[in-house]
Every structure is written in C-alpha cells, then in structure tokens.
C-alpha cells in the first residue's frame, strides 16, 4: 500500500471511531464532561488495540487466506469476530456494565463502522477485500 492511501486509511479508522464512540459516550453516558475529548481517546485507543491485535492475526488471516483462496470468507471468519471481541471491550470500558440489548446493537454497529472504514484500503487494493494486513 503507498503511503498516502495507508495515512488516508489510519485517518478512516480513526476517525470513524472517535466518531461512534462519541455517539456511543453520548447514549451510555450522556453527562459525561468533555464527550469530545473523551470520544477521541477512546477512538484513538480503539485503533491502537486494532493495531496490536492486527499485527497478531496478521498471520492466521494470510494463512486462512492462502489456503482457502477466499479473501472476503476469511475477512469474515477472522477480522469480525476479533471486532466484536474489541468493541464489546470497549463497550464495557465506557459503560462499566454487562453488555445490555442497546449495547448489543452498539457493538454491532461498531463492527459495521470498522469494516466500512477498510474501504479506503481495498479502493486502493483495487477493490480486493483486505485480508492479511496487519490492522483489525
């Protein structure tokens, strides 16, 4: 990936999740003071824990991959269920509760948020489903 597409896509990610954590805090938590500042680190961490389990199913994605030769089943059997994992993470970090049925939804939404946020990195793959990228 060139590194104008890899800086627009980190850009994506972010952004994207700063953004519904902040709708997030705003419906777990509508008192909280500064829900800007709070929703950006919280985005922002969002992505660091993508980046560190990323670089860990890196090579289980690129294995699935290689051997069943289907990209978008792979993306969907590796990236999305580690996506729930992180986004309920997050959940119960901003909630500090079991996860609840809006919560539920909250969290599928976030996976939803982060697969479209990939859509940078497969425009610029030329429309492949990015799989085996060291990013989740």
Known sequence: MEFPYFVMYLCTKALAYAGWCYLGLRFFAPGKPKL???SIKYGCARL????????VIFLAALSMNNAIRNAPL??????VPVRIFEWGLFYSLMRRQPISWHGLFWVVGGVVV???ADLPIAISEGGVVPVGRPFC
């Open 36 to 38: 800007v500042m709070a």
């Open 48 to 55: 660091m824990l993508g980046v560190l389990l990323g670089v």
């Open 74 to 79: 792979t993306y969907l059997a590796i990236y």
């Open 114 to 116: 982060s697969c479209l």
